[in-house]
């Protein structure tokens, strides 16, 4: 590990906070940059600069410009040169592939197999149980994934629609547009620790929203969900549930959110419920306990998943899964395509269904409950881990997401590519998160803290000395 | 080539159209399928079924199922089962890669030198001028990238905003979000030959819009779009212009509009105007002729282009460049991610800004420019060719698409991939399209056509011998 900038190097360290906005009439982009001074480059080589905080400090991206041929280099030199930039950005990748504990990525895949893939252009446009005339694509491989995951949640091939798509977030804004396209004026509900683009969907088709308070668990309050319910009965209700969340892994109760519809006199044909399973809906299905189970026997209207989250893979991905009674309000026919327009994207990533089922494939059914298995066994050694040295922790018993104290240390935060928010941080204990590397995150982590001890108590020793000397 | 299934073979052949929707209360998936029953596989062995007529037809997919691990099968075998697939997908796709012409995909690109990176899952997820927390990313390739594409539309580095979209549709949907956001009773305006995306994203962003009828070239109609301009004369208008439509690759002429705008007395203050560049955006440039510039310079709002059309990438993408000023109605902090939330999508793909970034710097502004060149000279030679053999064509002076009478034979529309719509198709002649390949199309599609032809001439003799025997 490389020798961490030492906190106790100057008494005061305040924040360079955002400049003026507006200069000159003109409109600056940097202007509207929260930056910090503080450098890390030791600790975090390959990130501009820490984290600030619990405001948000905003890390310039540094740019590699286009590199356009020059008369003083030859062909063979500005050859050499690129191939010498992608090699070293490849040893940068491998780098922050090691220390990576805080998004929730399976980092851990091997699609050697299907390198040549990407000597083609594949593009899956359009619906995907329908071809369009551009023929490399991949449809084969996204319809066998989709019918996987169709079984997963228990809906008839004939009675599903989907597709996999760039991301969860297109999965949130496909699911709360189905509900919004066959409930018109429907309200959405979604609670407080519901992923950011479950609100940003619901400012993008202008509609009416409620966001719900949370327990301490970071569930939806199912109290205050039903005040809202009856405060807006006479119209439907579309509902953004929740299979893990974001920052504490928290999985709404679908079995209480239906009572609680039922309650308040809301009947099947007046609501519509998404479930954003980003992480955790596909690791439920495989929990032996008595977990709230997410299918379609119940009245839910559709469910995604991320690709590159549980089941890895090189390019963001995700799975959305859509009664196909409700996605006909969507659907219009394009005749260029010569295929249907029911996805948010028209031209969509041919790669990522080749990906998911060779996952899917090599895995099996059986291999996957094991990962899953490894995941909640290993989050339960971090959380044991942690209390063992006196770090207070929280995880929910249907979670593998570790939530702790956010460290002080910003180029920690940094160095370990922990997501935060407010003081709390978490560790997302995914298949490539071995025991050895939590050791290794929990040694590092309480140095953090030490060395962050010390420089508080330097800091009262040095006023405390400026004090004696203005005496 | 493979032998042509015969159209002589049979007097009638009545497509099978939709079944009855509703079966037993369910909604049937498959009963919302328009099928053909006529088999082409001789001709086209990769499409399950052809195109029929302007009607537009649905090709169902087939599906590869996941594997599941067999009691009867060795590990071994099971691999060697999964890569004999992979192979033999791998082959379907240079065989549907070489008969390519209808879309205006650049097939023609090299990513030797890339390969490795499809070990990494790289993720821009955020802004890209602002590092989030998590590291394997490739914001400096994307910002490089859109750096150079700043330059290309004449737009200073601290007045734009922009990133790497996951299509063309990405960068439509934000374009006229942008738009929306900044003039939220603004109506929108387009040509009635606009992507299908411009009024799907109108729909979705709950926007009044009015679609415009276009001249006989594609362009839209300026007189239309003036009255339509006045009769909203209290409302702000965001107007989508179209560089190149999709079938005809028409250009709107960007300097009459601004002029309708100024006439019907919409100051700068109360217009808003996305250029969709998609394949166009970024040949125009390099036109040497006096075309009519799209330019920051001029009062734009946004341009998009895709990636993987005219720079070739095997994965769809694309940019979008905007003003910064116009960009804050949008943009928010997400402090999960550590970074602004002001793009549709919230994880990225990180490996676009790579392949765009290497052919961009592999090729240089200059050959950038010849491959231009290349493609509008040999637009020429296929209406050329197309004129010699007596085929009637069109294709307009700011153009590389040719449009041609839709083929009678739908196997061949299959077969070279061509996009359709009405009586029209239409080649794209891309830099992966030669002089050598544009002869093997037009010899095909005379053949094509003669088949077709003495098949109309059987039937008639058909008919007539039936008449003969029942009299």
């Known amino acids: 590990m490389a020798d961490p900038v030492s906190l106790a190097a100057s008494c005061a360290m305040p924040p360079v ?50 590199v356009e041929p020059h008369p003083e280099m030859t062909e063979e030199e500005r050859e050499a040169r690129v191939a010498e930039m992608i090699g070293s950005y490849m040893k940068k990748l491998a ?9 929730p990525y399976n980092l851990d895949f091997d699609y050697g197999l299907l390198e040549g893939l990407t000597k083609f ?5 359009g619906d995907p149980f329908i071809e369009s005339n551009y023929g490399v694509h991949s449809r084969e491989f996204e319809v066998g994934v989709l019918n996987w995951f169709a079984r997963l949640w228990e809906i008839d091939e004939e009675e599903y629609w989907g597709y996999i798509t760039t991301c969860g977030t297109e999965g949130n804004l496909h699911g709360i547009l189905v509900g919004r396209e066959n409930f018109p004026d429907g309200v959405m509900y979604a609670s407080s620790e ?18 719900i308070p949370t327990l301490e668990t970071g569930e939806i309050n199912y109290d205050d969900l039903k005040a809202a319910l009856a405060k807006n009965a006479g119209k439907p209700a579309i509902l953004n549930v929740n299979i893990g969340t974001t920052v504490k892994g928290a999985v709404d109760d679908l079995d209480r959110v239906l009572e609680v519809l039922k309650e308040t006199g809301y009947t099947e044909d007046r609501f519509y419920i998404h479930c954003d399973g980003a992480l955790f809906g596909m690791m439920m299905p495989f929990l032996s306990r008595d977990a709230p189970m997410v299918t379609f026997r119940k ?27 409700y996605v006909m309000a969507l659907s219009s026919d394009v005749e260029y395509l010569n295929s249907r327009d029911a996805t948010i994207m028209g031209s969509r990533n041919g790669h990522a269904p080749v990906y998911l089922w060779y996952t899917l494939t090599r895995k099996g059914y ?4 094991r990962d899953v298995e490894k995941c909640m066994r290993n989050a339960h050694v971090l959380k044991q881990m942690f209390e063992s040295a006196g770090i207070r922790t929280m995880l929910n018993e249907l979670s593998n997401t570790v939530v702790f104290e956010r460290p002080k240390e910003e180029a920690f935060v940094r160095k370990w590519q922990l997501a935060c928010e407010g003081d709390i941080a978490h560790v997302v204990v995914m298949p490539n998160i071995t025991v050895e590397k939590l050791e290794e995150f929990v040694a590092d982590y309480v140095q953090s803290r030490a060395r962050v001890s010390i420089a508080a108590a330097k800091r009262v020793a040095c006023e405390a000395k400026a004090a004696e000397e203005e005496l």
Do not use: W
């Not at 252009?121 to 446009?125: A, D, G, K, P, V």
């Not at 992923?195 to 966001?211: D, G, I, L, P, T």
């Open 17 to 66: 906070l955002s400049k003026s906005a507006v200069t000159g009439g003109e409109v600056k982009r940097s202007a509207h940059m929260k930056m910090d001074s503080y450098n890390v480059g030791a600790v975090a080589p390959y990130q501009a600069m820490p984290v600030a905080g619990p405001v948000i400090t905003h890390h310039k991206s540094t740019a590699l410009p286009v």
């Open 95 to 103: 780098e922050r592939t090691h220390h990576h504990m805080g998004y």
């Open 121 to 125: 252009s594949i593009n899956n446009l």
């Open 194 to 211: 519901s992923h950011y683009s479950v609100f940003k969907a619901a400012r993008m088709y202008r509609m009416e929203s409620e966001k």
């Open 299 to 325: 009245p839910i209207g559709s469910v995604s998943v991320s690709g590159h989250k549980f089941v890895g893979a090189p390019v963001p991905c995700g799975v959305i899964i859509t009664r196909f009674k």
């Open 366 to 369: 059986e291999g996957m409950r």
